[in-house]
């Protein structure tokens, strides 16, 4: 079993940034596909970014790309994701997630979910 936590979510003025963390506990993520997701007052949870378990390959949605970037330190067992020039519409709870690696990159399922992280953005 994995546990996820987020941390580093808050209230920002628009254009400012933020770093939101994931941290892992009960196993090692260095096998694990890791993903951001949000989800916005009324609206389906939706992906944001995906990090492969090496670190390499990566994914953006097309709403965050140049904006967001997601990194992974598997040695403190811990995703990163790094939010910059953020605007209004990015508000929403952040959901971090892991993939055991079975499915593929980018999987079409994750297999673990934290508890979420506000981030508000004001205008």
């Known amino acids: 079993q994995v546990q996820l936590v987020e941390s580093g979510g808050g209230l920002v003025q628009a254009g400012g940034s933020l770093r939101l963390s994931c941290s892992a506990s009960?196993?090692?993520?260095?096998?694990?596909?890791m993903g951001w997701f949000r989800q916005a007052p009324g609206k389906e949870r939706e992906f944001v970014a995906t990090i492969s378990w090496s670190g390499g390959p990566t994914l953006y949605a097309n709403s965050v790309k140049g904006r967001f970037t997601i990194s992974r330190d598997n040695g403190k067992n811990t995703v990163y994701l790094q939010m910059n020039s953020l605007k209004p519409e990015d508000t929403a709870v952040y959901y971090c997630a892991a993939e055991q690696g079975r499915r593929g990159f980018p999987p079409s399922e994750y297999d673990y979910w934290g508890q979420g992280t506000q981030v508000t953005v004001s205008s």
């Open positions: 009960g196993r090692t993520l260095r096998t694990y596909t």
